[in-house]
């Protein structure tokens, strides 16, 4: 098992940025590749990133593309989703997830560990 905890979220105005971050714990973090997922109230959860294993490939949703940035720090069992120049509508709880097997890294059903996810609202 995989325990996941999401942290930095907050309230920000638009065109602000926040880091947030996912402290994994119970198993070897370097095994896993790493998303994050975005959910609004009566909205689908969406992909947003993915990093591999080591970091060495990334993946973005088209609407945060240029915006948000993936990395991780296997050393601190850490994974972290910079978000630059926020938007209203980036407004979400925002989860992030492992997967252990080979899969498309934006189909949030080949993730097998989910932590309880961190609100962030951008006002306007």
């Known amino acids: 098992q995989v325990q996941l905890v999401e942290s930095g979220g907050g309230l920000v105005q638009a065109g602000g940025s926040l880091r947030l971050s996912c402290a994994a714990s119970g198993r070897t973090f370097s095994s896993y590749a790493m998303g994050w997922f975005r959910q609004a109230p009566g909205k689908e959860r969406e992909f947003v990133a993915a990093i591999s294993l080591n970091g060495g490939r990334t993946y973005y949703a088209d609407s945060v593309k240029g915006r948000f940035t993936i990395s991780r720090d296997n050393a601190k069992n850490t994974v972290y989703l910079q978000l630059n120049s926020l938007k209203p509508e980036d407004t979400a709880v925002y989860y992030c997830?492992?997967?252990?097997?080979?899969?498309?890294?934006?189909?949030?059903?080949?993730?097998?560990?989910w932590g309880q996810g961190t609100q962030v609202t951008v006002s306007s």
């Open positions: 997830a492992a997967k252990r097997y080979s899969g498309t890294y934006y189909d949030k059903l080949q993730y097998n560990y």
